[in-house]
């Protein structure tokens, strides 16, 4: 099976700009989620997609937001950027959910100018 | 909420020594699993630990979970080079609607 994939992998953007990601999960699994990585912060929970409804969120500002499709590719979009949101964005499936073994695409560095 | 610590943030080694690092949750666990991801990488599952006190082996890396289950550990027997990264362990609560939480994660350097 093809691994979790993401695109595009490297982005940049300035400061108030918007910027969509996308994620295609592994073929068959129905759980999609997000995570910011930066240096200081860690691995952190954005939120999780189920069979395209929003199960869990994060402790992110509303300028966050996904959606996820009848396909279970799933995005997410950042508006008004900001410098801070410089950072790795990690996208993971799992067959059912977050809390099961999950595959990690390899991310989409977004930089912030 | 829920806190979870790992210990220690970064750790360097000799190649050859032995390496452990342990993940504290304030809440009991229903289960934790490990990550790893190599520098530029993303993380990568290792495993995941269920029962009270279970002990699971990867040829040279032990996984313990607690008899507690709030805490955990990871030994690395005899480090290679190809064990540099970070590794994060991620505590569950129980619930699938609880939010998902890793550790900060342990970088282990290892010294050729």
């Known amino acids: 099976k093809a691994g979790v994939t993401q695109t595009p992998r490297y982005l940049i953007k300035t400061r108030g700009q918007q910027v969509t990601l996308s994620c295609s999960p592994i073929?068959?699994?129905?759980?999609v989620s997000w995570y910011q990585q930066t240096p200081g912060q860690g691995l952190q929970f954005l939120f999780e997609?189920?069979?395209?409804?929003?199960?869990n969120k994060g402790n992110f500002p509303g300028r966050f937001s996904g959606r996820q499709f009848s396909n279970s590719r799933s995005e997410m979009n950042v508006s008004t950027l900001e410098l801070g949101d410089s950072a790795l964005y990690l996208c993971?499936?799992?067959?059912?959910?977050?809390?099961?073994?999950?595959?990690f695409g390899p991310g989409t560095r977004l930089t912030v100018l | 909420g829920q806190q979870v610590m790992q210990i220690p943030q970064y750790q360097h080694v000799q190649e050859g020594e032995d390496f452990t690092t342990y993940c504290n949750s304030s809440t009991t666990l229903s289960n934790i699993q490990w990550y790893k991801q190599r520098p530029g990488g993303h993380p990568v599952f290792l495993i995941q630990l269920v029962k009270s006190g279970e002990v699971k082996k990867q040829k040279r890396l032990t996984f313990q979970f607690g008899e507690a289950k709030k805490n955990s550990s990871l030994h690395i027997t005899a480090t290679q080079t190809t064990d540099v990264g970070t590794y994060f362990c991620?505590?569950?609560?129980?619930?699938?609607?609880?939010?998902?939480?890793f550790g900060p994660g342990t970088s282990l350097s290892v010294i050729p």
């Open positions: 997609y189920f069979s395209e409804t929003q199960r």
């Open positions: 991620a505590p569950k609560t129980g619930t699938s609607y609880d939010k998902v939480i």
């Open positions: 993971a499936s799992s067959p059912r959910d977050s809390h099961n073994e999950q595959f």
């Open positions: 073929s068959g699994h129905r759980s």
